[in-house]
Structure formats: structure tokens, C-alpha cells
């Protein structure tokens, strides 16, 4: 009887190494999987009457440099749907170029960011010249929830024309975002071209500075001021650890229990210079 529940207990000590080198392999596969480069994105593209789509291999003829920069560009990446798919990464912006090119440039490409000269007729006459389309309405097309970022009630003035989508974003060459990963200066260089009052240097750096601005900041839209992630001090909470010890809340090892009351912790009269301090390591003035 033991040697028989000795065997049981083996195989099923067995059956659980077997089921565990069998979840190692597929959680390796899948691993494998999602690491791996996608070089393409599929896009259905819009119709327009009239015109057709040629690829933007045919863009290099009259955009040479613009063509060559954009083959390292994200949106470089853009095919369109079916068998017969092709290269459509200029035209997923600017719409079917078939009457663009056969006319020479005289005819706009249907998604142009400029008024152009109007088209011509079979009999010469002017037909009324379509208005150059905001260069957001085009991005948002792809993305719909940066436009839902925008309608929030702190946000940067896209919507009220002041900039642009390029401003930050590079559409025709390099990655679409201007830093990020480990190249967190980059990020932060995006940001000092229009706040450049944080650039610094500061005697005392806030640490949170190196990671990047968007570790504290939404980059289109947030519900709280100021475009910030987390309301009041429960921002600053995230990254600085806070002790209760009996009725006492510590943060730093220094009594916070009445300063948390007296509003956040760069209102307060505390921690004003929150990107950075000349005269206090506490980033004080």
C-alpha cells in the first residue's frame, strides 16, 4: 500500500514538473513574440472621388529629402489594406496623390496643410479651392483619445490654435516622440523650448526631474491644473514615503501631520521651486 502511494505521489510530483516546464516554455514563446520588431501597420485609408493612391515611392521624385529623413519616421511605417497593399505612409496623411503628381504639383494633394492653387477645369474656369485643412483634424483621425485629452479642462492650446501637433511631435523624420526610453533628456529638451524658466541649472535638483517631465505632467490633457497627474500632495506622495506612527504622519522622517492640512505641498509656503532650488535642498523660493 505505501509503495503504492509512493508511485502516486511521484507521478503526480511528475505531472507538476511537466505542467511547469510546459508554462515556462509557452510564457518564453509568448515573450519572444512580443518582443519582437513589428516593422508595419496596417491602415485603412480614406477614399476620395477622383483620385487615387500611388505610394510614396512616387513622393521621392519632387520630395527628395523629405522622402530619404521619412524612411526613419514612425509613420513611415503605414500600409494600406488587401492583397495589393502598398507603401502608403505619405498618403495616410495627405490623401490619394494620383492628381498631385500627374498635374505636376499644380494640384494639391486632398489633405493639404496650405491652400493651393486651384484646380483648373476642362473649359479653364477656377473651381472654389477647398481650405487648407488644421494639421491637428488630420492627427486626429488616427488619434482619437489625444483629441479626448484635449477637451479636458487643463490642457496645452492645441485646440485654441496657439500650436500645433508638430510642435512636438516630428511627423516626417526620427521617432514620433521626442524622447522617452533613455533618452530622457530629449524629453525634457521638448518641453524647455517653451519652458525654458526650468531649464536650470539649480544648486538643488528635484530629483523627479530625471525622469522626465511626463513622470509629473500629462503631456496633452488632464483633469487636474497645471496638466499634472495626481491631484494635491498625493502627487509628491507617490515618490516620497510617508511613516505614520501613531496620530504623527512622518515624510522624511519630519512631522507632516498639520502641513498636508494647509493645502499641496508646493502651495503651502514649503516646497515652492518644485523643478528645482538656487538657496534650499528642501526646494524652497
Partial sequence: MKNKLRML?????GYRRGL?????AVALLLGAIACSTVNRAVVELPEVPGASYIGSKECEQCHQKIYQGFATADHARLIALGTNSLNAGCESCHGPCSLHAESGGETKPPYSFAAGRPLANGFGARVAVTPARATETVCFQCHADVRGQFDLPSHHPVPEGDISCSACHSPHKGSIFAGGGTQLLSENDACIRCHAEQRGPYAFEHEAMHEGCTICHKA???VNAKLLTER???LCLKCHFQQVSGSTLLIGGSDHTLRVQQGTCWTAGCHEAVHGSRVSSSLRF
Fill in 9 to 13: 505521489v511521484s507521478a503526480s510530483a
Fill in 20 to 24: 511547469m516546464v510546459f508554462a515556462v
Fill in 232 to 234: 494635491n500632495a498625493n
Fill in 220 to 222: 496633452h490633457g488632464s
